[in-house]
């Protein structure tokens, strides 16, 4: 089935920068437009930024959705090559694309003959069971998905991957330049772990945990910031996106709360 991965379509980096690094390369994107949606993870961003690549932001709206009317717009207006969206609720809005958008977005894709890279950094951290994602909708001789280890299994899994059909032998040559940078050990470790079954153990206590973790967060946020704060309750991971009623200098808080150990990652840095 044209719709399932095989062994052979993964490919295993060192981490997920490096595995960017390896697609930048293998697809040519110095200077070619690519479109993020806005927020963006700040890594990916700058990793793009640095790499010489023509960013073109498609910004999220005042209720954390996705506008198809500019994403039309910049496909007609630009010669978009790749455009690099989240599967699932992705960093730092953690809200889900809703299924009709999804078959949208695909159709526009294909219609522009546009390639998806699937940020997939969230999967399987989703707080509710979702039957599809926007790579079930997309043309599949144009899709790529990434994703990392360490959101799921923590620091001591720190690789990056990639699922893909296509450029097999220039990113096989490319990963295995790199393949003594990774730990035969921990791979084999990480592969037991799929094999009989305890990372799906793991992810179902984990994401009961993070949805814990999201209540006990809006309820502080309730308490300690009131209506200084607006904020869309995650439905996935452990990050909140908050966005102050104030206009207020962000450094400077940032300072004061890095000096009390809450670490906050200022706006700017996601677009």
Known sequence: PTRCWQADDVYIGADLRGVLAILIE???????????????????LRLLQDAGVRVIEWPCNEQGGLDLAYLEQQLRAESVQLAL??????????????LADQVQVARLLEQHGCWLLENDIQGGLEFEA????????????RLMVFSTFEKVMGPEAPYGYLLSRHLSTQLQRQFLLRAFRL??????????????????QHLQALRSLL???TAAMQARLVEHLGERVTYRAPQAGATHWLRSTEAVDMRR?????????????????FS
């Not at 994107?29 to 990916?44: H, M, Q, T």
């Not at 730990?183 to 799906?200: C, E, F, K, P, V």
């Not at 300072?255 to 990652?265: G, P």
């Open 85 to 98: 969206l989240s599967s699932t609720p992705g960093l730092p809005t953690g809200k889900a694309m809703p």
């Open 130 to 141: 979702r039957s599809c994602y926007l790579r079930d909708w997309v043309n599949p001789d």
């Open 183 to 200: 730990s035969s050990i921990r791979q084999r470790a990480i592969a037991r772990l799929y094999h009989n079954g305890r990372l799906d």
């Open 26 to 44: 293998v697809l040519a994107l110095k200077g070619a437009a690519v479109l993020v949606e806005s927020p963006c993870d700040w890594l990916i």
């Open 211 to 213: 949805k814990g973790h």
């Open 253 to 269: 808080v940032f300072q004061s709360m890095l000096a009390r150990q809450v670490v906050i990652a200022p706006g700017e840095l």
